[in-house]
């Protein structure tokens, strides 16, 4: 756990990406049963590509697992994309032995997410289709 959450400050962060249908999520804890009910409803805009950044998390666990899960689906459901930042190691490890790492898309970096989800925005909303 980071010192902001002993803190007992926001650990969430929301930022609506101008001009996009983008919510981009900073999680500054790590993702356990103690922070799913505090992300959980910042997961499920409707009609909203998330980007999830992860930089600061160290450990998931169950609970926090089940709601990435959840939260993809519910995404996958609207015609929108969810995706991973800069998982640690142990995320992608336990991406990996949950058989998930191929389910999220991973970027380096926030900026990488966003090119990917806004060109994707931009190219579909012309035809007026999403992927």
Known sequence: MTAAARDGEDVVTVVEVAG??????TLGADLDRSLVGQVR?????????????MSEVGVV??????LLVRAFRS????????CLV?????VI?????MRLDGLFPI????GSALRSVTTRTVTCAGANIRR
């Open 20 to 25: 996009f249908p983008v919510r981009v999520v």
């Open 93 to 97: 490890t336990v991406l990996h032995t």
């Open 41 to 53: 409803p910042v997961l499920t805009g409707a009609g909203r590509d998330v980007v999830i950044d």
């Open 75 to 82: 995404a996958k459901r609207r015609g929108a994309s969810l």
């Open 107 to 110: 970027y380096p970096d926030v």
């Open 86 to 90: 800069a998982p640690s190691r142990f």
């Open 61 to 66: 666990d169950s609970a926090g697992l089940g």
